[in-house]
């Protein structure tokens, strides 16, 4: 590949740099466009007669705050970079944004423009009102390994607008992307801030995206004025482009610039931070940037390099002023280069993750051939010359940065002092504390052994819980396809299951009762006693005259009445009845629901709105249900702890209708296999949460 770089001056020069160049017969022509010309109207005549001349080309541009032709820089010009490809493939689009969707929008972007051989793509953004950070994001989303490159238009400093364009027009919105597809194509990136950090680091302890409201849970406008002088709050934007807040992200330095103070003492900067960051105050470092600039051009001159562009930071331009050219002028001696100065560069990182960049300089370099063309040993190193501006602009910096230190220095000086008041304070405390800590020592001893005590009548209970229960195997042997997912809180559990047959009928029930743990056990014994006497002694086998029998055994058994004061305790409960002379299933619940898959069709049949005990209603009136016992139907019974419980990214509640969902997926496989999916299910959705409730689910299948 080769790239030739023009100032674009007029039609008929355009016209014979073409001729003189061969380039109408090229089919993998890339032109980027770099405009400090901020007319819409001599941009799109300028992107008519490209369309016209070269219509096999593929044009992508931006507005500017200045522009990069093969080291040197220049204002309110427009720059035209023509890269000829052999063996790449160029594919481009233009999409406007006025919803402002920019995850949605990397999403898209990425999906129309990548292929498996896509090795980069060069991305120009709206400057302004676009949220980059979040854009990066959505293309990370699909394609984290994808290398982006270029940046946020500008508009010479004017704040008032900008553009993208291409072939297909003008926008003020949105973004205009190239995507390189290449077997061969060598593609490489450098980035180079050298500001030096100074003072302390500052825990972000309120934001959201690049908003900072608070710094160490001070205002963040208010900690700025502390540590840099009022002046330089009154004329933010401008007086803090000099002084970013740095952070370290996956080994890079990141500096953001700020845009606005607001109301509320907050600020809204060039580019996302993450709450709990640390950040400390920059400044632009001259020998840093000397030093620096030679590393990274000789550590370019060991690459292939055909083509470099440059997308830098406009504020960098600001700082260095007149001396700008000499940190860019070194890469003519490695190849062509052409770019322009950004508000906000677009990087790709050696963690595999592009971000959003400011105060820096990025360079993007691309080579067809695999050939090292520089001199690595040439000692060319650049440097800066100062002029008065510049000369002013470092005394403004050396009074800010005095003032920073002389704050830190006093801020030190007092927390030494105090640090010293305090000593002697805690060495009288400590002799107290000791005594204290003597006495809490010994209560915490008897404490130890009371819990000892308690927690082994805990595990004797559940010793007694567990003999109650039904064993499994047993209840396989008259319903071979069913399984149990029995989940208690705590050592003892509220929740239990209750089986029984009798007269050729089969009981199945998934019981939940009032708290959990110890008082929760004790009415699971109240429970499981009362269903075995209604049923094997009072000979009631309709699963309604059941609810209703053994709602007047609980209130009988916890002396309730009804308009009393007395205990609201009590049970919700399903039950099936499996009558294997009819052929039918019945349906009771109380408060509890059925879930049922009827000839492949979810069914659901909602219990009656009253719980078993709790004198609160003065009647109930318990329904059942009865439909035909079809082999091959599956039914579910369950408490409310799997439904209820927390999880998940967005740490909220499971759901009746997510439980439908799994259970509807899982109507592929046996009833013993989703016992295991379920399992899975509830493990990964709690995480690292604590479970609120016992839980149980019953399913079988006829």
């Not at 607008?161 to 995507?179: D, K, M, P, Y």
């Not at 260095?320 to 002028?329: I, M, R, T, V, Y």
């Not at 009928?505 to 056990?521: K, N």
């Not at 014994?525 to 059941?546: C, D, Q, R, S």
Request: proline share 4%; with cysteine; hydrophobic share 35%.
């Amino acid at each position: 590949m080769k790239t030739l770089n023009i100032y674009y001056e007029s039609p008929e020069q355009l016209t014979q740099f073409v001729q003189n160049h061969h380039l109408t017969n090229e089919k993998n022509l890339l032109i980027q466009a770099f405009s400090g010309v901020l007319d819409k109207v001599f941009i799109e005549k300028m992107i008519a007669e490209i369309n016209t001349l070269l219509p096999h080309a593929i044009l992508m541009g931006t507005t500017t705050s200045g522009e990069i032709k093969d080291g040197s820089v220049t204002e309110k010009t427009m720059v035209l970079s023509f890269s000829i490809f052999q063996n790449t493939q160029i594919e481009s689009v233009l999409i406007p944004c006025e919803n402002n969707e920019y995850f949605e929008l990397g999403k898209n972007l990425t999906k129309r423009l990548t292929k498996p051989n896509t090795k980069a793509i060069i991305l120009f953004s709206e400057g302004l009102n676009t949220d980059a950070g979040t854009l990066l994001r959505g293309i990370e989303s699909q394609n984290p390994n994808l290398p982006i490159a270029g940046g946020a238009a500008g508009d010479n400093w004017t704040l008032t607008g900008t553009f993208i364009f291409g072939n297909q027009g003008i926008a003020n919105s949105g973004i205009v992307a190239t995507a390189l597809h290449s077997d061969v194509l060598q593609v490489s990136n450098h980035s180079h801030l050298s500001f030096q950090t100074i003072g302390k680091d500052f825990t972000i302890t309120k934001s959201e995206n690049n908003i900072i409201y608070t710094l160490d849970n001070q205002p963040t406008a208010q900690v700025i004025e502390h540590y840099l002088g009022k002046n330089v709050v009154r004329e933010v934007p401008m007086s803090l482009w000099e002084f970013p807040l740095i952070f370290e992200k996956n080994n890079l330095q990141i500096a953001r610039i700020p845009l606005t103070i607001n109301q509320d003492g907050s600020i809204t900067f060039c580019g996302h931070f993450t709450q709990d960051d640390k950040v400390k105050f920059g400044y632009g470092h001259l020998n840093m940037i000397l030093e620096n600039t030679d590393l990274m051009i000789r550590e370019i001159k060991k690459l292939p390099v055909e083509s470099i562009f440059v997308y830098s930071c406009v504020t960098r331009r600001s700082f260095l002023g007149n001396s700008a050219d000499a940190e860019l002028k070194p890469l003519n001696t490695i190849a062509p280069n052409a770019g322009f100065y950004t508000y906000g560069e677009f990087f790709h990182s050696n963690a595999c993750s592009n971000e959003v960049l400011n105060e820096t300089t990025t360079l993007f370099l691309l080579s067809e051939s695999t050939a090292i063309q520089s001199n690595t040993d040439d000692n060319t190193h650049s440097k800066l010359h100062f002029g008065d501006a510049f000369e002013n602009k470092q005394i403004r910096l050396i009074s800010t940065i005095t003032h920073l230190v002389e704050k830190v220095t006093s801020e030190l000086v007092d927390a030494n002092n105090n640090v010293q008041l305090k000593n002697a304070e805690l060495s009288e405390a400590y002799e107290e504390l000791s005594v204290l800590l003597e006495h809490v020592n010994e209560q915490k001893q008897i404490i130890e052994k009371k819990n000892l005590s308690i927690l082994d009548s805990i595990h004797y209970a559940k010793r007694m819980q567990t003999a109650i229960l039904p064993d499994w195997e047993l209840v396989q042997n008259y319903l071979p396809k069913s399984f149990v997912f029995y989940r208690p809180k705590d050592i003892i559990s509220g929740d239990f299951y209750w089986f029984d047959e009798t007269d050729n009928i089969l009981f199945i029930a998934a019981v939940d009762c009032t708290g959990h743990g110890v008082p929760g056990a004790f009415m699971s014994i109240i429970g499981f006693n009362g269903l075995n006497k209604i049923v094997n002694e009072l000979k009631i086998t309709n699963p309604a005259t059941i609810l209703s029998e053994l709602d007047k055994q609980v209130q009988q058994t916890l002396k309730q009445k009804v308009g009393s004061d007395t205990s609201k305790d009590g049970m919700d409960l399903n039950i099936l009845a499996f009558n294997n002379i009819t052929k039918e299933i019945t349906f009771a619940g109380a408060n509890r629901p059925l879930f049922a898959i009827l000839n492949g069709k979810f069914v659901e049949y909602k219990g009656d709105k009253y719980p078993i005990g709790d004198p609160r209603y003065p009647t109930k009136n318990f329904n059942s249900y009865t439909l035909p016992m079809n082999k091959g139907d599956r039914f579910y019974l369950f408490s409310d702890g799997f439904v209820d419980q927390f999880g998940g990214d967005s740490k909220r509640k499971y759901t009746p209708n997510k439980l439908k969902e799994l259970l509807l997926q899982l109507q592929p496989f046996p009833m013993h296999e989703q016992q295991k999916h379920i399992t899975a299910e509830f493990d990964a959705w709690i995480g690292s949460l604590h479970q609120l409730d016992d839980v149980t689910l019953i399913g079988i299948e006829v």
